[in-house]
């Protein structure tokens, strides 16, 4: 175990923040290497002469942050070859000075107008059908909203087929449970998106991760998995992939549905960034809809607080997510889906896509601007950018560097699957800033990091 006694600044405020910044600072400048043993919660406790609970919430956040990591039974590590907290998580308020570009935030500035809905949903003459139970899998006219709006996705699908959810973080969950048991594996890309690794971990999924390319997932890929009865359901993100923003072709697509096809896989599309791509290429769904769970929410298109997502599932499979639904939740609160129905039906959804689309666009040009010749990836529309690190920098260390220096970033390890991610990466959310002179401030900030060398940063918050 590493003998660490962090030099503490006696007048900061918090006193745990100033724990995360004695592990960024010793960690950066090279007095801590990636992979010491840290002293126990216990044990830092009794050496600094603070509370327990200073110093486990001092671990959590910079835990949270990727700069240690926690092993079951083994102990803290300095490093992150898992993301234990969730990395979608904000920065913590005692850090205002911070611009969190490591959120996956919808762009609020373009949300809908929800108090004028509001206003004319209660003047309906049937609204207090919506303050009552109704079935699990959604009221008949909301099912035929969620029909509409994958409609609008390029895949035709039914009122019958689709089942109403509390976003789409339900809509997989609901999916996988009723998909695998504990200890079956699932299928998804080499890089995949937090929240799907967080459901696995809690229903006793294994995951097993795929090549990809600058496209996404690779069919050979696949085959070879299901060749080798690696897995019996895929989970993949075919448009605007998080966090590496691919788009995968027509084509690709095609060729995904043949091996679903021929291995006989069940595939869990997820679509919540489909609207956001340039060329709106059809659904996986599209070429194999007996086998597909198309989901299909309306957080980072439309509004993110709204918590709503359609599932279009097989008919076989129907009645069992029913049950899920109600075994989770009940119901997806019916007034909540009200609005999204309404904002589906009169324009107000496509509208917002539309402005959302074209600030998204702006703020890619912010990033061309900074970060010009740097090895980063994007999509005309997207709300993240994935940008890729030079040898000398891990992705810990580089977000690390960055918070330092005053903007946080996601590691690799928030969203790879298994032990060593395929490439050193960070994910920059460009949504998650202010407005553009805030985003423009922290990719200034992520420059100087990508350019420095690790452990010599000079800014300090």
Request: glycine fraction near 8%; aromatic fraction near 6%.
């Amino acid at each position: 175990m590493t003998i660490w006694r962090p030099k503490l600044d006696p007048d900061a405020k918090p006193l745990y923040a100033a724990i995360v910044q004695a592990l960024i600072d010793d960690t950066t400048q090279g007095r801590l290497s990636e992979g010491d043993r840290l002293p126990t919660h216990r044990q830092l406790s009794g050496t600094l002469g603070l509370s327990l609970g200073t110093v486990t919430r001092a671990y959590k956040e910079a835990e949270r942050r990727g700069i240690i990591r926690g092993v079951v039974g083994r102990g803290t590590f300095v490093g992150s070859a898992v993301a234990r907290q969730n990395p979608l998580a904000p920065v913590d308020p005692s850090y205002p000075q911070v611009i969190d570009l490591g959120v996956s935030w919808p762009i609020y500035s373009e949300d809908p107008d929800l108090a004028g809905t509001l206003r004319k949903i209660a003047a309906r003459p049937d609204v207090r059908r919506l303050t009552r139970y109704q079935p699990n899998r959604g009221m008949t006219r909301h099912r035929a909203a969620g029909a509409e709006w994958m409609r609008r996705l390029g895949f035709a699908a039914d009122p019958e087929e689709v089942l109403v959810c509390v976003g789409t973080q339900h809509a997989l969950t609901v999916s996988l449970a009723v998909l695998l048991q504990p200890g079956d594996t699932l299928l998804t890309e080499s890089l995949t998106y937090p929240g799907a690794k967080a459901v696995a971990e809690l229903l006793g999924i294994r995951l097993h991760g795929l090549a990809m390319d600058r496209e996404g997932l690779l069919p050979d890929a696949f085959a070879s998995a299901c060749r080798q009865q690696r897995g019996k359901v895929l989970y993949c993100v075919p448009s605007v992939h998080n966090p590496t923003t691919g788009t995968m072709s027509e084509q690709r697509r095609r060729d995904i549905a043949a091996v679903a096809r021929k291995y006989g896989i069940a595939v869990i599309e997820d679509a919540v960034h489909h609207r956001l791509t340039a060329d709106e290429v059809p659904p996986i769904a599209s070429f194999a809809p007996e086998r597909t769970f198309l989901l299909a929410g309306l957080a980072k298109a439309v509004c993110g607080g709204l918590r709503v997502a359609f599932l279009r599932a097989p008919a076989p499979f129907r009645e069992h997510l029913a049950r899920s639904i109600w075994a989770t939740t009940w119901l997806a609160p019916p007034l909540t889906v009200e609005v999204a129905a309404t904002w589906i039906e009169d324009g107000t959804a496509e509208e917002t896509v539309r402005r959302k689309r074209g600030e998204a666009a702006a703020r890619l040009e912010i990033v061309r601007d900074v970060l010009g010749d740097l090895p980063f990836r994007a999509a005309p529309h997207g709300f993240h950018i994935w940008l890729a690190l030079p040898e000398r920098w891990h992705s810990a260390a580089f977000a690390a560097d960055t918070f330092r220096r005053g903007v946080a970033v996601t590691t690799v390890d928030a969203f790879a699957v298994g032990e060593h991610p395929p490439e050193e990466g960070v994910r920059i959310c460009t949504s998650a800033a202010e407005n553009r002179a805030a985003l423009r401030r922290g990719l200034h900030l992520v420059r100087d990091a990508w350019s420095g060398t690790p452990g010599l940063g000079s800014a300090i918050l």
